[in-house]
């Protein structure tokens, strides 16, 4: 790490747009140890293994047909940096021309903040399902990603072992594949709603709705993958659940900031709403009608369906 070379970064960010997105992935990047990718042997074929056996567990599980993505990575933290800048380039598009009086402070301020959340996510994020959202060629495949040095750090703060770690978080990330795969509308449905709240926000406004019909839309994403782990993961993960979470909440006054500051908070609750919303529908129906969550747009429960989840049961019924 380099301490000075990232400030130095952030001081002289440069350009006519509100982030100086060169500098930031620099910053970012000279603050943040990359950790290693000396794999072990063997090491390569059980990421594959636990991949496929996670495709071939969901898709018994639920009687899903999908794919996962061509694009499968072990990442160091900087690869992940280099993999998910651009999807931040592209949401912050719209607001790129908002400098107001002071452009050159704007631009350092921006520049700072962007690296602060690249760095922090660089070195805890764990999996990643990426659909690629707003990119310029849509047809492109969807990736998946897993950060090795994060994976390994984790396992062994939590006291677990990584192969099984490793598995259950390739489980995870596959179960949003298995969403995305059966459900082609639902990267434009999210583009849709992110691009209207973003361009509002632009023009000084906010669109409620859109931000709301978003969150309803990735709470019933984080709901229904937590369904499907219950399915179709092979061994128990209730520990693996609680001492993640335990860590999360044990960490200090700092990073619980950036938490919050990140929406990851939100993120938290989106997981537990939606998986309380489907599993009360499983209560009283099956994984089947469940599933009809994802046949389109207007299959999504709302604001007020997830809150009761027998209004949606009674809608779809009729």
Avoid: C
């Avoid at 310029?136 to 396992?155: M, S, T």
């Avoid at 709705?209 to 709901?223: K, Y």
């Amino acid at each position: 790490m380099n301490l000075y070379r990232s400030v130095r970064a952030v001081a002289d960010a440069s350009g006519d747009d509100a982030i100086d997105w060169q500098a930031a992935a620099e910053a970012a990047k000279a603050s943040t140890d990359p950790g290693s990718l000396a794999l072990e042997p063997g090491e390569q074929a059980a990421y594959a293994r636990d991949v496929r056996e996670a495709r071939e567990g969901v898709r018994e599980a639920a009687g899903l047909e999908f794919d996962v993505p061509e694009v499968i990575e072990i990442q160091n933290r900087h690869h992940w940096m280099d993999a998910n800048i651009e999807t931040f380039q592209r949401v912050m598009a719209p607001m790129e021309d908002q400098l107001g009086a002071f452009p050159g402070v704007a631009r350092t301020v921006n520049t700072g903040t962007m690296t602060v959340l690249l760095a922090f996510l660089g070195r805890n994020v764990l999996g990643q399902y990426d659909p690629l959202l707003l990119a310029e060629a849509p047809d492109d495949d969807h990736a998946l990603y897993f950060v090795r040095p994060n994976i390994l750090n984790a396992a062994d703060v939590l006291e677990v072992d990584p192969d099984r770690f490793r598995r259950w978080i390739a489980f995870h990330e596959v179960t949003h594949a298995a969403e995305f795969g059966v459900a082609p509308w639902l990267s434009t449905h999210l583009e849709e709603r992110m691009q209207s709240g973003i361009d509002a926000l632009s023009e000084g406004s906010f669109d409620r709705n859109a931000f709301r019909e978003l969150d309803t839309t990735m709470t019933v994403v984080e709901g229904y993958a937590e369904l499907l782990m219950d399915h179709a993961f092979d061994d128990e993960y209730e520990d693996l659940r609680r001492k993640l979470d335990a860590r999360r909440q044990g960490r200090g006054p700092l990073q619980q900031l950036f938490r919050r500051l990140l929406g990851l908070g939100l993120k938290q609750r989106q997981y537990e709403r939606g998986k309380a919303f489907f599993e009360t529908v499983i209560e009283h129906r099956d994984l089947e009608f469940a599933s009809q969550v994802w046949d389109g747009p207007e299959s999504l429960p709302t604001d007020d369906e997830l809150e009761t989840p027998g209004l949606w049961v009674r809608r779809l019924e009729s």
